[in-house]
């Protein structure tokens, strides 16, 4: 069950450097971990997060297994036309998430 | 003469003793909330709702709230509606008295004693992803309300164990709560501030436990942390000991879902 968060200013002024936050739920299991029989986790990890702003890519990020449960990312882009900003999750064991937000640019 | 002063030497004693709270209990005025003995970045993530993780908790659990349940086939929203409107306030009064069990429950309990009673659907396990979400979800509602637990004759008894409880040395360390929670306030354990121990935002996202966890939880952690033998989960010692410590944070502002470090 995948949750996300995602803060998208609702409007903003083109050129304008705006923030972007998200947030989603997932356990970051690293696969270095045993349980208590010993027997090891299996990793399952986001791998990629990828952003496209009408269609665009303009911000991907790798993950790795030292990243803290629940990733939260946050990046800045410059607002340069209204659209629509998409978020997608890929990773282990065949997660995938998806978001988006729509941003109004005057 | 003498018996004058003598009779007025016990009244001012019965004044004084009856105007102090026990020794090295907090005055009202100096109680701190664990937000503020928190760094700033930590801080900043419970201030931000799209930036504390606990409220992924609270989403799930404004799903689980709507979600038809049980062989009664009802959903939490089709007794209780809206729960911004009919669960504002409630968490702040838990644990409360349950008439039938004649005995206080904490939230968790009493999501599921509605789970078994009115929806007829198997009762959820302690610290299982959707009692915590169903809770935190619960307990949002109350964001900002003060803690108001019943604090009367029916209740007094468990009150009073819990009370028992925090002043209790236990475990091989042998320390009772308030030597750390009372006494050394604000002073550091382990490169730690130690908190007041006022339950103003469970259930929490902790970070060092990467996920939503209970009051219940954190009790069980500081008493592994004495050496003492946990309590289980739901264990009425452990009510007792939520009730206590709710009623000795009363008035406090409720935080739900709290980030601690």
Redesign the interface.
């Known amino acids: 069950m995948a949750n996300a968060l995602v803060n998208v200013p609702p409007r903003a002024r083109r050129g304008e450097i705006i923030e972007i936050k998200t947030l989603i739920s997932h356990p970051m299991e690293t696969g270095y971990r045993r349980s208590q029989l010993g027997a090891t986790i299996p990793r399952d990890i986001i791998r990629l997060f990828v952003c496209t702003y009408n269609g665009t890519e303009v911000f991907r990020a790798e993950l790795h297994p030292a990243i803290a449960a629940n990733p939260f990312i946050v990046f800045s882009i410059v607002a340069t036309e209204s659209g629509t900003l998409a978020f997608q999750w890929t990773g282990d064991n065949g997660f995938s998430a998806s978001e988006s937000a729509a941003i109004t640019v005057d | 003469m003498s018996g004058r002063i003598a009779r007025l030497v016990v009244a001012l004693a019965l004044a004084l003793l009856a105007g102090t709270a026990p020794a090295g209990e907090i005055p009202t005025a100096e109680r701190r909330s664990g937000y503020e003995l928190m760094g700033r970045e930590t801080r900043a993530m419970q201030d ?4 504390n ?1 606990g ?2 908790g609270v ?2 659990g404004e799903a689980a709230w709507a979600r038809k349940n049980g062989a009664a086939g009802r959903a939490c929203a089709d007794c209780h509606g809206d729960a911004r409107a009919s669960m504002k306030g409630v968490a702040a009064r838990y644990p409360a008295l349950d008439a039938a069990l004649k005995r206080p429950v904490n939230l968790e309990q009493r999501i599921n004693l509605c789970r078994t009673e009115r929806q007829q659907a198997p009762a959820l396990a302690y610290e299982s992803r959707e009692l915590l979400a169903l809770t935190a979800f619960v307990a949002r509602q109350s964001r900002g309300v003060p803690i108001d637990v019943a604090a009367d004759a029916r209740t007094q008894p468990f009150l009073d164990a819990g009370r028992a409880a925090f002043y209790r040395r236990q475990g091989q360390l042998n320390l009772a709560c308030n030597q750390c929670h009372d006494e050394n306030w604000g002073k550091r354990l382990a490169g730690n501030p130690i908190p007041q121990a006022h339950p103003t935002g469970y259930p929490v996202y902790r ?1 060092e436990w ?2 939503l966890g209970s009051l219940q939880r954190r009790l069980r952690g500081c008493l592994t942390g004495i050496r003492a033998e946990p309590y289980e989960y739901g264990a009425p010692e452990l009510v007792d000991l939520e009730l206590f410590l709710m009623w000795r944070a009363r008035g406090m502002a409720m935080e739900t879902p709290a980030v601690r470090p």
Do not use: F
């Open positions: 931000d709702d799209t930036a993780p409220m992924l989403l799930e970070l990467q996920s």
